[in-house]
C-alpha cells in the first residue's frame, strides 16, 4: 500500500500502485504531488481513468444517500430547521462518512464475491423464516423407494424385508427402520428407531435444532444446484 508520505516517481507507477492511490485520493489523503502522478499516469492509461471515475460516481452516490436535503414542504422555517439539526446530529462523522465509502467501494471492487456473500445472507434469512411454520409430515426420496414404505399417522415405516437403495428424509414425523436402507436416512424435528432386523448402510442423522436444520437446508440447496 502507498505510504502517507512515500512519493511514486511517475515512470515507476504501475496500475496497481495507481488504483490504491485513486482510493487514497477519494479518502482525501494524497498530496498534491502524488495527485499530479496519478493525472498523468491516468492521462496515458485509459484503464485506470475508467476505473477512477467509476468509483468516483460511486463514492459521490454515498455521499449525496448520507448527506441528502430536507425538502422543503409545507412546514414552517423554525419546524425545518429543527428537523435539519435533528437529521444532522444524526449523521455519521466524517471520518464514519470515509470509512462507509471505502466499504462501497470495496463491494465495487469484489462483486464475486459479494454477490455469494449477499446469497448466503437471503437464504439464511429465508431458510430460518421458515423454521417451525409448519408440522406438516413430510417424506423426500425417490419414487422406487417410497413404494415400499408404510404410513401410519406420522410414523414412516420401512418394513421388515424391504430394501430402500436411496436416502430417506422424513420431517415432523417419527422414522420406523425394520428393513435395509442402502442410502442416508434423516430425521428432522422428529424421531428415529431403528429395530434390530434393520440395517442403515449410510447415515443417520436426527436434526431438531434451528441451526442444524439450516446448515442441512443451505448445503442441500447448494449441493441440488451443482450438476453431478
Known sequence: MIERTKKVGLAA???????????????GELDIDQFKQLEAHMNNCEGCKQQ???????????????????MNTARSERDIAD?????????PTKQQTRSNARFVRWLYRYPGLTAAAMF?????ISVFASWDQDNKLIISGSQ???QYIVINGNTVIVPEGSKLTGDLVVENGIVEVKGAVDGNVTVIDGKMVLASTGHIAGQSKIIDQALDWIW????????GAIPQ
Open 216 to 223: 442441512y437446508k443451505v448445503t442441500s440447496s447448494i449441493s
Open 120 to 124: 448466503i445472507v437471503v437464504m439464511f
Open 52 to 70: 477512477y471515475e467509476q468509483l468516483e460516481k460511486t463514492d459521490a452516490m454515498t455521499q449525496f444517500a448520507m448527506h441528502a436535503p430536507v
Open 13 to 27: 507507477m504501475e496500475c496497481k500502485v495507481a488504483i490504491q492511490a485513486i482510493h487514497l485520493y477519494l479518502d
Open 83 to 91: 428537523l435539519k439539526s435533528s437529521i444532522l446530529a444524526q449523521l
Open 144 to 146: 422406487e423407494d417410497l
